[in-house]
């Protein structure tokens, strides 16, 4: 049921029909599908072909949760926090983040083969690599970061004031899923990150090969080989208007360095526990 619901939803080997898809995805999560679950609860929350329910959108996140799914585990815990559909509670909202699933998400090992790949990119793009991902593994709990500003602006779907410039925690991360490389094991590492994204700037992008021009071997090792490129769709940025608000923007291009991984074949969810491409 699941993976009918996924062709519909973004075309694979049928029309694409979001309707469809969410008949399925429900389907799916009626007889115990964890990713199917949590997908109902975004089209809930985001009203994709059916009327947008909160209180909806909460039920199927916790159930995706209580079946171990992360991303139902991070969203049940966003929704105690800023009161989706239930009534804000923030000793909840921790009980959630705290869940041993939760945290596992965030735990890899620094190795030779990272090092190699931090040390190519520091000399020819002089900065660090993956700053999303350590920002990732430094606000994990997320409450430093989930207070409303006036600052920031309005969400364009909930109306409440942001959580960072131009950027809701709560809502934005749901509609950058809308999205699929191909591969579902990809797909489902990516967006493990992307929902829980605390700004625009920092989220995590797959990209795909067509967008990526004048690719130069840049250093050579057992694990892989290192390649810089330009990334036609450029680099995420946040622009102050004349106004003195805040707008999501790009550059027009950017560089960036990309990662070749053996054992990526074999098993996608490989990407887990590297690093794959960063930004300058």
Known sequence: MYDIGYN???????????YK?????KKSADIGHADGAFNVGCFYQNGIK????YWKAFIYYQKSADM??????????????????????IVKAKLWFKKDEFLDNF????????EFFQYYVNKYFLQDFSDSFHLLRENRLYFSDHTR???????TYCNKYNTSKSWCLACDPVETLKWTSGNKDIDDCIKEFQIKSISYENLVEWIQFNKLVNIKIIGKRGFGTIFSATWLDGKRKINL?????YIQSREKSSIVALKTLSGSKEDPRFFKRRT???VN
């Open 149 to 155: 500003y006036k600052s920031y602006g309005k969400c």
């Open 21 to 25: 898809a969410f008949i399925y995805y």
């Open 241 to 245: 208007k004349s106004n003195g608000s």
């Open 68 to 89: 171990g799914n992360i991303k139902g585990l991070f969203k049940t815990g966003l929704c105690y926090a800023f009161g989706i559909g239930v009534k804000e509670n």
């Open 8 to 18: 519909y939803q973004y075309g694979i080997g049928v029309e694409k029909d979001d």
């Open 107 to 114: 735990r890899y090992v620094d190795n030779d083969d990272d």
């Open 276 to 278: 794959i491409c960063d």
């Open 50 to 53: 059916v009327e947008k329910n």
